[in-house]
Structure formats: C-alpha cells, structure tokens
C-alpha cells in the first residue's frame, strides 16, 4: 500500500487497528500507553511499540502533546498509519520522532498484522506493508 508521508522514518510491528478516531487528551494514558477512553474499541489496549492504525485523530490540540509524552515515556507506537492525518496527529507524530503516513485504505490490515511502514526515501511517497 502506498501513502503520503507525513513523519519520515521506518518501522517495524504488529498492528493496532481502530476504525474509530483516536482523541489522544483524556483517551490514552501519556506514561503507560494505555487507550482510556471509555466505550473506544481500543480501550484497555497498549500502544506501545504497536504500529497504531486508525482513520484519523480527533480533540484538543493538546493531543500533540500527548503523543509527545508518550515517546518520552518510552510507550509510543512505533508508527502511525492513517487514511487522513489531521494536525493534531502530524505534529504529534513529527515531535515525538515517530514515522507518520497517510492516504492508506485501512480495510487490509487488521489487528496483530506484522507491518512494515517505509517513509524514509526522502520523497513524499512512503509504503505500508505486511511482512
């Protein structure tokens, strides 16, 4: 699958899949990674180290943050694939170092897929692929 990238870098990992937004402020917990977000799909599931799939962000601009916190607290996805990435998202992704790519029809991947995200040839183009 081929999309846009929005945060270079490459990554490996099994694939969290929600075909629900994610609000990142008040719906996954900064130091453990944890999705709290009560009724969300993902609830109760951890982030970490997860290539976290998902059609798009959704909330406070303080979810950049979030996203941020989680890196520094060692429990970030290891990528972030999307259909649309809104801002909220892109910046979160781009300050916490972690590979960002949108435009990919999430209807192929499912929870627990082994992923590779590539968006690190320096074009705009990056892929996502099952390994």
Do not use: W
Not at 92 to 117: K, N, Y
Request: contains cysteine; glycine residues 16%.
């Amino acid at each position: 699958m081929t999309g846009r990238v929005v945060a270079p870098g490459r990554a490996r990992g099994a694939a969290l899949v929600s075909d629900q937004p994610i609000g990142f402020y008040g719906g996954v917990d900064p130091t453990t990674g944890i999705v709290t977000d009560q009724g969300h799909p993902l609830e109760g599931q951890c982030v970490s180290g997860r290539v976290l799939c998902f059609p798009c962000g959704k909330g406070s601009t303080v979810g950049s943050y979030v996203i941020y916190g989680l890196a520094r607290h060692g429990v970030a996805p290891c990528a972030i694939v999307n259909h649309r990435t809104e801002t909220i998202v892109a910046a979160g992704a781009i300050l916490a170092g972690s590979p960002c790519v949108d435009g990919i029809d999430l209807h192929g991947i499912a929870t627990g897929d082994l992923l590779e995200v590539a968006a690190d040839d320096g074009t705009d183009v990056a892929t996502v692929r099952h390994v």
